[in-house]
């Protein structure tokens, strides 16, 4: 699977951005056979899970950083997973990866897919 990150960009601390990971799939292969998931790596620090979600969508994990201020979720008939980030703060300003993990309802950073990544800046 190949995955496509976009929807980053610069808003001011309390906005909201929308992230979205497009999924390529060979023939044959199902996006819905892959937990997917939302890292993050700030200048200097190494690089997070802040949300994933099962295969199916019907779990879900959050960081408690950004507990209660992002939500996860996918689409697997347009093979996207999407992540809407509320009330931001300045320590949200990360470049963020989508990644992918087969066969699996977890994602870690050992996970064999991940896209470009996307940089995400909050201004104070």
């Known amino acids: 699977v190949q995955l496509q990150a976009s929807g980053g960009g610069l808003v001011q601390a309390g906005g909201s951005l929308g992230l979205s990971c497009a999924a390529s799939?060979?023939?044959?292969?199902?996006?819905?056979?892959?937990?997917t998931g939302w890292f993050r790596q700030a200048l200097g620090k190494e690089r997070e899970l802040v949300a994933a979600v099962s295969r199916r969508g019907r779990s879900t994990y959050y960081s408690n950083a950004v507990k209660g201020r992002f939500t996860i979720s996918r689409d697997n008939a347009k093979n996207t997973v999407f992540l809407q980030m509320n009330s931001l703060k300045p320590e949200d300003t990360a470049v963020y990866y989508c990644?992918?993990?087969?066969?699996?309802?977890?994602?870690?950073?050992?996970?064999?897919?991940w896209g470009q990544g996307t940089q995400v800046t909050v201004s104070s």
């Open positions: 990644a992918a993990n087969p066969d699996t309802d977890s994602v870690s950073s050992a996970s064999p897919y």
């Open positions: 799939v060979r023939t044959g292969d199902t996006f819905s056979t892959y937990a």
